[in-house]
């Protein structure tokens, strides 16, 4: 691998050279075109000229050096039959398309300015507004928004990678290079994140500095699009999270039949196949729920009454959705069976969960879930509770539709900070899902407004 290395430090092609490091006054007073007397127009075009130089050093010194050093270079050793296992889409995504994208942008400014200053006549303003128009409501923010989606993974794809002493040498060689500027791979890969929402601030910069209305309005238009098209992918990026979260949790939760999670019913193994649980995996269907809280906490399996009795403890783990609460016990393997991928795995996943999920284990689900509107919280009294040797504990209850408690678990928490966090995070999703309930019910109650025609 370090002879291919040698060959590729022969034929690294050279980075092109843009105008980024002048400033506008530079420009104008080199070419003698600077107005006297046009103060706005001079504030104007120092805008849109720091948009072109901030996009100048974005494409030069992030783009095309995560493409040329990083993306090439792994492209070049698989092409030698290095790292073939290596996803370059999970990695990079399209910043091919990116980097065409953010080029034409620069190239298209950069006319913009080259026309204004070699003409020999005095032109009053820049003509950019039909290139932001262009690229702002066209691919530059769509190519980001993919990027961007992507993004998660990609970071969550390289830690695994990191660990493998091949990809090792290959990023100690790429981030060695002196057009990394001393960056490494995660600094660079995170920069169209901060590109795209720096967007709006560029061009709010020069709708402050224009003084033509028409321009404004067009100005403003697009800042907005712009803002609106980060909004959605703030949204599309919680959609996806809760999509591969969810969809990783049907993976680890078991989900036992009814004879092996209550022993009070025998079912006698030619009716077990009517009791088949088939549907239990769809309770956990990305698009119908959202995980609100998750973690591990303790559970006072058998408490005695007398203090001097001993109190067997359990662990568990807790999935507080926006609809009802589920209870599990973890289960791992000790004969470590590989587990997932952790390349594949969801990003977002606490590391207590991925621990699980490595080692092969699984979550497995002691009761039936818990609806908010049948839940009960109660806290302890630390005292009472001190005396058979429980701190940091609360009661949830599972009362059925007559009020009448069917199950209790005593959960006992490593700090009382974290009692605390369970309890107003249980406390405030029993709220909102009453509240949500109340609402459903007014707008089915809720007879329609009588036509204006009858």
């Known amino acids: ?216 309005i067009m100005i403003y238009s697009i800042k907005e699009k712009v803002e609106k098209s980060i909004w959605d992918l703030e949204g599309k990026v919680k959609w996806l999270d809760n999509f591969q979260k969810c969809r990783h949790l049907q993976e680890i939760i078991v989900w036992p039949p009814l004879w092996d999670r209550d022993k009070r019913f025998f079912i006698p193994e030619c009716l077990k196949h009517i009791f088949k649980e088939h549907m239990a995996e769809n309770i956990l269907s990305p698009t119908n729920r959202h995980l609100l809280y998750e973690g591990k906490l303790t559970l006072a399996d058998c408490f005695l009454l007398w203090p001097q009795e001993s109190t067997r403890f359990l662990d568990v783990y807790l999935f507080l959705f926006d609809d009802f609460l589920l209870v599990t016990k973890t289960k791992r393997n000790k004969k470590k069976l590989g587990g997932s991928d952790p390349g594949l795995m969801c990003p977002s996943l606490i590391p207590e969960l991925q621990t699980v999920i490595k080692e092969g284990g699984s979550c497995m689900v002691l009761d039936q879930p818990i609806p908010l509107d049948r839940l009960v919280v109660r806290g302890l009294d630390p005292l009472h509770m001190s005396v058979f040797g429980l701190r940091n504990s609360f009661l949830i209850q599972h009362e059925n539709s007559y009020r009448q408690c069917i199950a209790a678990f005593l959960l006992q928490a490593q700090t009382e900070n974290i009692k605390k966090t369970w309890i107003a995070q249980l406390t405030a999703a029993i709220s909102c899902f009453t509240k949500s309930q109340e609402t459903k019910k007014m707008s089915l109650f809720t007879l329609p407004a009588e036509s204006s025609e009858i």
């Open 1 to 216: 691998m370090c002879s291919l290395f040698s060959c590729m430090l022969d034929n690294e092609p050279e980075m092109p050279r843009l105008p980024k490091d002048k400033t506008w006054n530079e420009v104008v007073e080199t070419h003698q075109k600077l107005p006297t007397n046009q103060l706005d127009l001079r504030k104007q075009q120092e805008a849109v000229w720091e948009l072109f130089t901030s996009e100048c050093t974005y494409f030069l010194d992030h783009l095309l050096v995560l493409k040329m050093i990083f993306m090439n270079t792994l492209k070049y050793l698989q092409t030698h039959e290095y790292l073939l296992d290596v996803d370059l889409w999970r990695l990079f995504a399209n910043l091919e398309e990116l980097s065409q994208t953010s080029f034409g942008f620069v190239n298209s400014l950069f006319h913009i300015f080259k026309d204004y200053v070699d003409t020999s006549e005095t032109l009053p303003s820049l003509d950019f507004i039909s290139v932001l128009t262009k690229y702002f409501q066209g691919s530059l923010c769509q190519s980001h928004q993919t990027y961007c989606l992507n993004y998660s993974a990609a970071v969550f794809y390289l830690e695994s990678l990191r660990q493998r002493e091949d990809f090792g040498i290959y990023l100690k060689w790429c981030e060695q290079n002196e057009q990394c500027r001393r960056l490494h791979l995660p600094e660079l890969l995170v920069a169209p994140l901060h590109r795209l929402t720096r967007y709006p601030l560029l061009l709010k910069n020069i709708w402050k500095r224009s003084t033509d209305s028409t321009e404004k």
